[in-house]
Structure formats: structure tokens, C-alpha cells
């Protein structure tokens, strides 16, 4: 049990334009996701958390108007990279807790963007 | 200081040998404590949680926990060369996000 799925796994792009990413927990509700980034060699970093109905809140210095999050319902959130640039180009990874006494996060798959 | 540090690797191990991972975590309200591996270009992968002190075994893996001084450890037991990961230690923080430490790489040699 508690699997996540992220789609598209790997994707490429142009310069200005937008990517969407989704993530989905196939078989439990998730309340709580989280939208992490990670370049090569380095740790995790936090982005956002995602809160189904409500929104996002946001890590300090990610912009919340670049990287739009939409936590439509318990089991999908999407992140979707607005204008990508280069820079824009990681791996983008999200969990989602799943619910219980000690609220464990489950990562899904990532997706690896390329921005050209 | 960091909330959450892991021992400096590289660790390297030949197979069938025991990997000992340690991490001491900053917040001494923290309950639950995690361990992930993560394979080189893949997502992180949950292994292991732990919020009692002690022991919790899983297969070949055994988590320890010590709140008073504030330190988690992993085991590996019997290590395999498909054990050849970064380990990443990680503390539920008081608002239900995830401090991370930065990683063990683990060798198995064969």
C-alpha cells in the first residue's frame, strides 16, 4: 500500500512556456501534500504544502505565482512551473502524508524537468 | 545548528557486514522519526519509522531510537550490494513538515 504516482516522469520544454505536473496517492486519501525540489547531489528541498480545498502555503523565497499548486481532491495535487526558464530545470519530487498516528510521508516517482 | 545531522560519509561496507547510520536531531519535542533511501536518480523510499524509544526491527533493518540524547540510528544487517544508497534520516517538525538531514551514501562492496 500508500503509493504515490507523479506524471509525466520527465519532461522538456521551451523557455517560457508552462509545465504541469500531477501527483496522485492511488490508494489512500491524502489531506496533505508536499512539492519538493532537488538538484544533483543536494538534499531535498521544500517548496510547498499543498492542503486539499485550500491553498498552498509556500516556502520561503519560492514564488507562489511561478509555481502554481491545485489540491483538487484527497488523492490529486498538481504543480504546474509557469513561464520555465532554465533554471527551472530539476527534479521535482512530492509526497503525500498519509493519514495515521505518525503522518509518514510517501514520495512519489519525480519528474525531472528540462527547460531549453 | 542544523536541525537534523547525519555522520559525514561516504560509508563503505563489504557484503554481509552491518552499516551503522547515525543521526542526532536539534528539537527535543520531535516524535517521529524517519528513514528513507534514495538510489541515484530515483525518489526518495520510505524504510523505516520509529517514535518509541528502543528497537523496531524490519527485516534486515533495525531503527534506534534515543529521545534524551536526542539520536536515531539505523542498521543494516547482512548488507547487500543492492543496500548501495543515500540514506536520508528525516524529523517530523511540529508543524507536520519534514527536516532532512543530508544524506549518508552507502557503498556495499562485493
Known amino acids: 500500500g500508500a503509493v504515490v504516482s507523479q506524471h509525466p516522469s520527465r519532461v522538456i520544454c521551451k523557455s517560457g512556456t508552462s509545465v504541469k505536473i500531477e501527483c496522485r496517492s492511488l490508494?489512500?486519501?491524502?489531506?496533505?501534500m508536499f512539492w519538493y525540489r532537488q538538484f544533483p547531489k543536494q538534499s531535498l528541498m521544500l517548496m510547498a504544502t499543498?492542503?486539499?480545498?485550500?491553498?498552498?502555503?509556500?516556502e520561503q523565497g519560492v514564488e507562489k505565482d511561478k509555481f502554481l499548486i491545485n489540491h483538487a481532491s484527497l488523492t490529486l495535487s498538481t504543480l504546474t512551473v509557469t513561464s520555465a526558464h532554465p533554471e527551472d530545470s530539476s527534479f521535482y519530487i512530492c509526497?503525500?502524508?498519509?493519514?495515521?498516528?505518525?503522518?509518514?510521508?510517501?514520495f512519489g516517482p519525480g519528474t525531472r524537468l528540462t527547460v531549453t | 545548528q542544523k536541525e537534523v545531522e547525519q555522520n559525514s560519509g561516504p560509508l563503505s561496507v563489504p557484503e554481509g557486514a552491518i552499516a551503522s547510520l547515525n543521526c542526532t536531531y536539534s528539537?527535543?519535542?520531535?516524535?517521529?522519526f524517519f528513514w528513507y533511501r534514495q538510489y541515484s536518480g530515483k525518489s526518495p523510499e520510505l524504510i523505516m519509522f520509529?517514535?518509541?524509544?528502543g528497537d523496531k526491527e524490519d527485516g534486515r533493518f533495525t531503527a534506534q531510537l534515543n529521545k534524551a540524547s536526542q539520536y536515531v540510528s539505523l542498521l543494516i544487517r547482512d548488507s547487500q550490494p543492492s543496500d548501495s544508497a543515500t540514506y536520508l534520516c528525516?524529523?517530523?517538525?511540529?508543524?507536520?513538515?519534514?527536516?532532512f538531514g543530508a544524506g549518508t551514501t552507502v557503498t556495499v562492496r562485493a
Open positions: 528525516a524529523v517530523k517538525r511540529d508543524d507536520y513538515k519534514l527536516s
Open positions: 509526497s503525500a502524508e498519509y493519514p495515521g498516528q505518525t503522518y509518514e510521508q510517501y
Open positions: 499543498s492542503n486539499e480545498g485550500s491553498k498552498a502555503t509556500y
Open positions: 528539537d527535543r519535542g520531535s516524535q517521529s
Open positions: 520509529i517514535y518509541s524509544n
Open positions: 490508494d489512500f486519501q491524502a489531506t496533505t
